[in-house]
């Protein structure tokens, strides 16, 4: 499995931008970047893919590289619920999601 | 639009009791994955099927652990004499047909199994 890199935990201030950062540099032409969340005691949760372009959805934001090599995940105005376990993942079709540690989320209010 | 719904959402089992954890998909999902997070770890693929059918068992424990998902009804997974190993909260995810290149998997509230 194409294996992904992130920080272990980051911090943001409250209604202030957060760029979640993710190194995938054996990523293969056919992987989608995935981004979920998981907030405490709750399933995982959708944010957002891409392929090679920028995706913007209401949620957040996805800015990928020219090589692909690296992606960030952008909360434009990060709130206590962005509070959150973010995982970077790629992923093709309708393989299984394979997780990593992911990037611990704190809002500081 | 309901989402995955997953019950029960806490189960509580004596070591060599089973456990049935049920899995009810979206609505028009026809694949359902299972998945395990172990106390203070990441969630780790256990089993992958769609109606019928077993596409992927490669993260399933070899004994103890079956999983189904019937032409009707709910995908079950079944631990057969459990083990305080066992605790963990075991998440369901469903997706759409397989033929997309961009499958989103949308995942249930989990069923969290304390075993004594």
């Known amino acids: 499995d194409a294996k992904t890199t992130q920080p272990n935990s980051m911090e943001s201030n409250e209604e202030e931008p957060v760029h979640l950062p993710c190194n995938h540099s054996t990523i293969s032409g056919t992987d989608y970047i995935h981004w979920y969340r998981q907030l405490p005691s709750q399933g995982p949760e959708y944010v957002i893919h891409?392929?090679?372009s920028n995706v913007n959805n209401r949620m957040a934001s996805l800015a990928i590289a020219e090589d692909r090599k690296s992606s960030t995940l952008i909360l434009h105005r990060a709130t206590l619920r962005d509070a959150a376990v973010y995982y970077c993942?790629?992923?093709?079709?309708?393989?299984?999601?394979?997780f990593g540690t992911g990037t611990r989320l704190t809002i500081i209010p | 639009n309901a989402g995955v719904m997953q019950n029960p959402r806490h189960l509580v089992r004596r070591r060599g009791q089973e456990a049935r954890l049920r899995c009810s998909p979206m609505k028009g999902h026809s694949h359902v994955y299972w998945y395990r997070q172990l106390p203070e770890e990441g969630l780790k693929f256990m089993v992958y099927l769609q109606k019928e059918n077993i596409i992927d068992e490669s993260g399933m424990p070899k004994e103890r652990f079956s999983a189904e998902f019937p032409k009707e009804g709910p995908s079950i997974l079944r631990i057969q004499q459990v083990v305080r190993g066992d605790s963990a909260a075991y998440f369901c995810?469903?997706?759409?047909?397989?033929?997309?290149?961009?499958?989103?998997?949308?995942f249930g509230p989990g069923t969290r199994l304390l075993v004594l």
């Open positions: 995810a469903s997706s759409r047909q397989r033929a997309r290149l961009q499958e989103t998997q949308y």
């Open positions: 891409g392929l090679t």
């Open positions: 993942i790629l992923h093709f079709g309708n393989e299984k999601l394979t």
